[in-house]
């Protein structure tokens, strides 16, 4: 079980993610959404702990995970926001770097590394540099990173971005196979139809704020609305997007 | 003066401007400097070695024209003449090669600039420009002194002061001259290869064209003897040098354009004159079909080039951390163009040490006895193999992709530290050692040489351990802040610790060699330093904090509020 409490990142005291908790439970997959610059990606980045948090805690199976942050990196898998990947290194190359700084041994490595590359139909293509990748491409190369080693937390910041519609389908049942077993996965995503289909229950953060913590079914219920889209633009989106949208064809044609 | 040279440049047109700018901060890539980075104060501490270097050849030059006796005097100038032209030629080359490929239009610039309503031709001009500045203030800086003190002399020697206005022009003439037959002879191999070869097959050759390119000027600056006395270039064996080096060449067409030049030697001269001609134009022409036609292949090379198929098999170092930092090293240091450059700025001492170790043993007949000649140059080359791969390591790759090193740190520091040393032992110290090796197989006697390699060794460590100190970071991955190292004090610092402490180091060792108590004891002081240092590292790597980004020393400002 993952557990963030009232945890807060401010930069230069300006907050980005401000006294967010939430709990995501082993064997249910956790949407995690909000507008841009709601403070998603800087709270998966505090889970991961690429950025250090500005107040609260963050719990993995009820330890603060500073306090073996070793034993919690090597449970963890990660899949960033960004595809950004060491271009000069081939998908292989890469991805055997990451099994050896994970400390797999070579030939488990050796075995998934190529299983994955097969199933994300990326074999072919194994020893191209990474540079002539596709975002497709390059966002699988990070998937099997972040699945290799088996972990038991899954963080994956936008994990669809780039990739075609079948593998989008495999990723989709992946994940939901992933928490079956037993594995704690927070998701976060624009796409609310994935969400909808894929997450037991959703936090939705706006302005870094938390503004909801719920099961989609719950929050259904709650605020008389049909689907995941009418809640969020409800509680995370501000603008009138019709009217913007017309706003921003004047100016093109002013 | 600076408000005529702004109205001046603003007469230029915006995107001229623009553009110009943008190439010429190419020349570094920005994309790897810390955000707390100083880049004009990194800039001008290499003009500062350049200034300092002139300065210092501008003294020996006034030196040797007071002191030397009248009748090698002229031969003492005519040697200073080319050793100044041979060195600027040099600087020339290794600016050429470090913005390798920058004249030429990438993809980068074919993808982002095409669209947009910019002629080939402005995206040329601002491109040549930018090279132009850049090896322009090159040429400058390390001229500013001896190529004004050194015509002085010059003039002075052949009589009145006139000879001064002659001598000057010719001097800076002659200088421009050599600089840009270097420079478009480079652009013109460059060229040639891009229209001839497919593109692909081009970025590949391109890479081995660079180190080639660097190899040649260092190695043709190392090896060539200076033959600038009647007797020497009177010599059967001289001609063909005469005949094949630029170097000679330009100093032929100064001392022609300075009436000083022997007239059985204005063929050499005129050899410089056909082949400024050739690189120019061919420079020219090869740039120009280059941008209407690489521009368009560019375009139409495929995003995904297949991998080699053959060989993929990489050593087992010991441990996966070890694994994993001494491949991901090498393919740095093989496939960045920036970090093979980098390294091959140091290498070229060690390969020129090597040539001149080399020459030094092509000349004798038979087995040498060791001597300082061959024990210096070999700790210079482990000193600069080991402190350049180390200043290598500091310049990332790609700052963007070091969040998998983060995420994936489930080892301690020192392991980081053990890894980089390992690295370090394997990529520089153990092929020095190798190559000095097979330099030492005509050395005599064997135990001599022998307990000097062994003795090789143990310093490598020693150098390897030092720059681990404060280091504790994974190989081409921290950011980079120009101006730590400080370039003045390392060069001008290295210099006298080389004469200071090396020179008597390496002579107590030549004495140890044949005394072996002394040996035993020099082994035991190396080895006992090694020992201690690597414990440091060890001992501080344990408590220490892997870093990603350089950040500058926080420094206390007294505001003198008091009294």
Same mark, same amino acid.
């Given at each position: ?254 | ?203 590949? $050759? /391109?890479?081995?064209? =660079?180190? *080639?390119?660097? +190899? #040649?000027?260092?190695? !043709?600056?190392?090896?060539?003897? @200076? ?37 059985? $030697? /204005?063929?050499?001269? =005129?050899? *410089?004159?056909? +082949? #400024?001609?050739?690189? !120019?134009?061919?420079?020219?022409? @090869? ?277």
């Amino acid at each position: 079980m993952l557990e963030l409490r009232n945890v807060s990142k401010r930069f230069s005291g300006i907050p980005a993610v401000d006294d967010v908790s939430f709990t995501a439970r082993a064997s249910e997959v956790t949407g995690y959404l909000g507008p841009n610059g709601s403070g998603k990606s800087t709270t998966m980045k505090m889970i991961t702990g690429l950025i250090e948090r500005s107040e609260g805690h963050i719990l993995f199976q009820g330890k603060p995970i500073e306090d073996d942050l070793i034993a919690y990196k090597r449970r963890m898998g990660y899949v960033p926001e960004e595809p950004y990947l060491y271009t000069h290194l081939s998908g292989a190359e890469y991805l055997t770097m990451v099994a050896q700084l994970r400390d797999l041994p070579a030939r488990q490595a050796s075995v998934r590394i190529d299983g994955m590359l097969r199933l994300f139909s990326l074999h072919d293509d194994r020893h191209a540099s990474i540079s002539g990748y596709s975002k497709g491409m390059r966002q699988k190369v990070l998937l099997i990173a972040a699945l290799m080693h088996n972990p038991q937390l899954i963080l994956l910041d936008e994990p669809f971005s780039g990739l075609d519609v079948a593998s989008s389908l495999v990723l989709r049942s992946l994940i939901q196979e992933l928490a079956a077993r037993g594995k704690v996965v927070l998701f976060s995503s624009h796409e609310l139809d994935t969400v909808e289909r894929i997450c037991s229950r959703v936090v939705i953060l706006h302005h870094g704020k938390l503004v909801a913590d719920d099961s989609i079914e719950r929050l259904r219920t709650l605020m008389e609305l049909p689907t995941l889209e009418k809640i969020f633009s409800q509680l995370a989106v501000e603008q009138d997007t019709d009217r913007m949208a017309r706003q921003l064809a004047d100016l093109i044609y002013e | 003066m600076n408000e005529l040279v702004r109205k001046l440049i603003d007469r230029l047109p915006l995107e001229f401007r623009v553009l110009y700018r943008q190439f010429l901060l190419r020349v570094i890539d920005l994309e790897a400097l810390s955000i707390e980075a100083n880049v004009p104060g990194f800039l001008g501490q290499f003009a500062g070695v350049l200034i300092m270097l002139s300065l210092v050849h501008s003294t020996v030059a006034y030196i040797g024209y007071v002191y030397i006796p009248m009748l090698e005097r002229m031969a003492f100038l005519f040697h200073m003449q080319h050793y100044l032209i041979a060195t600027t030629m040099l600087v020339v080359g290794l600016a050429t090669v470090i913005s390798w490929d920058s004249t030429f239009p990438d993809r980068r610039d074919v993808m982002v600039l095409s669209p947009l309503p910019l002629t080939p031709r402005l995206i040329l001009t601002a491109k040549i420009t930018a090279s132009c500045a850049v090896l322009g203030l090159a040429i400058l800086t390390l001229n500013v002194a001896s190529g004004v003190m050194l015509p002085l002399i010059l003039g002075a020697q052949s009589g009145p002061a006139l000879g001064a206005f002659q001598t000057l022009p010719a001097w800076w003439f002659t200088i421009v001259a050599a600089s840009a037959f270097l420079y478009g002879s480079v652009l013109t191999v460059q060229g040639l290869t891009a229209l001839v070869l497919p593109r692909r097959i081009f970025l590949r $050759l /391109s890479a081995f064209l =660079q180190l *080639a390119a660097f +190899g #040649l000027f260092l190695g !043709v600056y190392f090896v060539q003897p @200076s033959i600038t006395t009647p007797a020497a270039w009177d010599r059967p064996q001289s001609q063909w040098i005469l005949a094949s080096s630029p170097s000679y060449w330009f100093w032929a067409m100064f001392n022609q354009m300075n009436g000083t030049l022997p007239a059985e $030697l /204005s063929w050499v001269a =005129q050899r *410089a004159w056909i +082949g #400024l001609g050739f690189a !120019v134009s061919g420079a020219g022409l @090869s740039l120009l079909l280059c941008y209407l036609r690489t521009m368009k292949k560019t375009v139409e090379e495929p995003d995904l080039v297949p991998g080699a198929g053959g060989l993929h098999w990489m050593p087992r170092l010991g441990g996966s951390l070890q694994d994993a930092t001494a491949q991901f090293s090498i393919r740095c240091l093989t496939r960045s163009r920036q970090h093979r450059v980098a390294f091959a700025f140091y290498l070229a001492f060690v390969f020129g040490l090597a040539f001149s170790v080399v020459r030094g043993e092509m000349a004798a007949p038979g087995p040498i006895p060791i001597s300082l000649d061959f024990m210096l140059p070999t700790f210079l080359m482990m000193f600069f193999a080991v402190v350049g791969l180390r200043n290598v390591f500091s310049l990332p790759i790609s700052l963007t992709a070091n969040w998998v090193l983060r995420t994936t740190q489930i080892r301690p520091p020192e392991k980081y530290v053990a890894a980089t040393r390992g690295t370090l032992i394997l990529f520089a110290v153990a092929p020095v050692w190798l190559l000095t090796a097979c330099l030492s197989l005509r050395l005599r006697p064997v135990v001599e040489v022998a307990n000097h390699l062994a003795v090789l060794a143990l310093v490598g460590c020693i150098v390897a351990e030092t720059c681990l100190i404060g280091f504790y970071k994974v190989p081409f991955t921290c950011s980079y802040l120009p101006g730590k190292a400080n370039v003045q004090l390392f060069f001008w610092g290295s210099a006298i610790v080389l004469v200071a402490l090396v020179i008597p180091c390496v002579e107590f060792e030549q004495r140890a060699l044949r005394d072996a108590n002394k040996f035993g004891f020099m082994v035991c002081i190396l080895v006992g330093c090694a020992l201690a240092l690597h414990a440091y590292n060890d001992h501080r790597g344990k408590s220490a904090v892997i870093h990603f980004e350089e950040i500058p020393d926080e420094v206390i400002t007294t505001l003198k509020l008091s009294g």
